[in-house]
């Protein structure tokens, strides 16, 4: 008796939907072996989450390269095909060049009449010391109130184990595959996922041949209660902008008043860029961004939206706009401007009274799905040198894009989609919200353009799990719910291929 209430309490704690009626027996059989294992699960996270795989500091990469061969050694136990595939160097600030983490390839099934599903994730996280404010040690997994807390444990490890979860679930119960599976993991995605395209483009004629679906589990939920699909984020033009004066820092008390200082013509061209209601000044900036449709308000409209939730999860008061509709637009359909900082400027508590003689504001705009990343850079440029030449400044101006990214958009009607949706309906009860991502998510586009296959973002992490930050964390319910979730998807995207394949047939032969 007391073996069948302890076995009750971990269904519910891990929100168990094992006993809804629309089960099939195999999703019945699934979702009690990840019940009744989910102990085992919490495990090896904390393992994965003990390696300091933190690929920004170079004196961690072999960390780095650690967890990649914990990953792959994972992959095999469970019979997978697994490469760790050699992507080269990387030639850091100082010059000094050490090599890339192995990027792993791995391969389960390769029956032709099943669809061919790959996963991408990395086990790279980004840095975490305990003096920066945790509360926890960042790599010791430790549970509060139904939360793991730990870094990777949202970005990206805790995801990226609830699929091999989800595939270790079919392995142990001698359940057949629905799909062939490939999993693509690196460790170099905080980073910058460096020789990752060029790795992509190499075999998108050979491990990709045969992918028909790419799904990616590497953003949250847009509240703490719903799931969500994503279907489109935003691009990313990185500037600086340089003003430089004499040869050498001055005292404000010698020269101060007689000369034109590079920090004030800079902040002046930074306070051009932008308004206090977040619009952009940069003429014709917004000259390409398509209108919202009427099919795309109707989406906002069905989204579950606490805006003092909303507000609470990212830590202020006020937001700029009062519906959700326009959050919505303003965060996901049209662009924004940011100003990250200013190098070269004095920061350190006190007072310094020195002038500068060179510094470089940094800022990024969030462009939109038809917005030409060259143009955007073009009328960055004649913008601000428009600008710097009405304040007749002797100092000289350099103003450069650093980094690029394009945004993404997905097909909602592609089949995975359909599938991810009656996944998510079996396990959480309920209909997704269909969102897109404010952020940039490169890997989307480039797996989307590269192979030219459909790509899913399916994410797994709530609103307020604080991926990056000091309590990044991870819900029990959401690491074993996400797990059933996946193993859900498996079989519903073999079903609705089945359908399509079977659809085609009766089309041709007509």
């Not at 080269?88 to 983490?101: E, T, Y």
């Not at 490890?157 to 693509?184: C, E, H, M, Q, R």
């Not at 103003?399 to 989609?417: E, K, L, R, T």
Request: aromatic letters at 8%.
């Amino acid at each position: 008796m007391i073996f069948h209430i302890s076995l009750i309490m971990l269904f519910l704690d891990a929100g168990s939907s094992s006993f809804s009626g629309s089960l099939s027996l195999e999703e019945k059989r699934l979702f009690q072996y990840i019940d009744e294992h989910q102990d085992e699960f919490v495990q090896n996270l904390a393992e994965w989450v003990a390696v300091e795989s933190d690929s920004i500091q170079p004196q961690l990469r072999g960390e780095v390269t650690r967890m990649m061969k914990i990953a792959a050694a994972r992959l095999q136990d469970l019979g997978a095909k697994t490469t760790l595939v050699d992507i080269g160097v990387q030639q850091l600030p100082d010059g000094q060049n050490i090599s890339l983490p192995p990027v792993i390839l791995a391969k389960l099934g390769e029956d032709p009449l099943k669809p061919t599903v790959c996963f991408y994730g990395h086990v790279d996280v980004m840095p975490a010391k305990i003096e920066d404010g945790w509360k926890t040690r960042p790599y010791i997994l430790t549970e509060i109130d139904g939360n793991f807390y730990g870094r990777g444990t949202t970005d990206n490890k805790g995801p990226v184990l609830a699929w091999i979860n989800a595939l270790s679930t079919y392995i142990n119960l001698n359940i057949d595959l629905p799909v062939n599976i490939k999993f693509l993991i690196e460790g170099m995605e905080e980073s910058g996922s460096n020789g990752l395209e060029e790795l992509i483009q190499k075999e998108k004629d050979c491990f990709f041949s045969n992918v028909d679906y790419i799904v990616i589990s590497d953003n949250l939920w847009l509240t703490t209660k719903k799931p969500a699909l994503t279907y489109g984020t935003r691009g990313n033009a990185c500037f600086s902008v340089e003003v430089s004066g004499g040869e050498k820092d001055l005292h404000s008390g010698g020269v101060g008043g007689i000369i034109n200082e590079p920090m004030s013509d800079l902040i002046a061209l930074l306070d051009s860029l932008v308004n206090s209601s977040g619009c952009i000044l940069i003429p014709g900036i917004y000259d390409d961004v398509i209108p919202l449709t009427e099919e795309e308000m109707k989406q906002y409209e069905q989204i579950e939206f606490d805006l003092q939730e909303y507000k609470a999860n990212i830590g202020v008061k006020k937001i700029l706009y009062d519906t959700k509709e326009e959050i919505f637009s303003h965060l996901w359909r049209l662009p924004s401007l940011s100003i990250h900082g200013i190098e070269g400027a004095f920061y350190e508590p006190g007072i310094k009274t020195v002038i500068p003689s060179r510094v470089t504001g940094k800022f990024s705009i969030r462009q939109v799905p038809h917005m030409d990343l060259s143009k955007v850079e073009h009328q960055v440029k004649e913008y601000l040198e428009n600008v710097f030449s009405k304040r007749k400044s002797p100092n000289k101006l350099m103003v450069s894009m650093q980094m690029g990214a394009m945004p993404w958009v997905a097909n909602i009607d592609d089949p995975q989609y359909e599938a991810a949706k009656k996944a998510i309906k079996r396990v959480f009860n309920q209909d997704p919200d269909m969102i897109r991502d404010g952020s940039t998510i490169p890997i989307a586009r480039m797996f989307q353009d590269i192979t030219e296959k459909s790509v899913l973002m399916f994410p797994l992490g709530a609103a307020d799990d604080g991926e990056h930050s000091q309590k990044e964390k991870i819900s029990r319910s959401n690491y074993i719910n996400g797990t059933k979730v996946f193993a859900s998807f498996l079989l519903e995207i073999s079903k609705l291929h089945k359908e399509l394949q079977k659809a085609s047939n009766l089309k041709t032969v007509t």
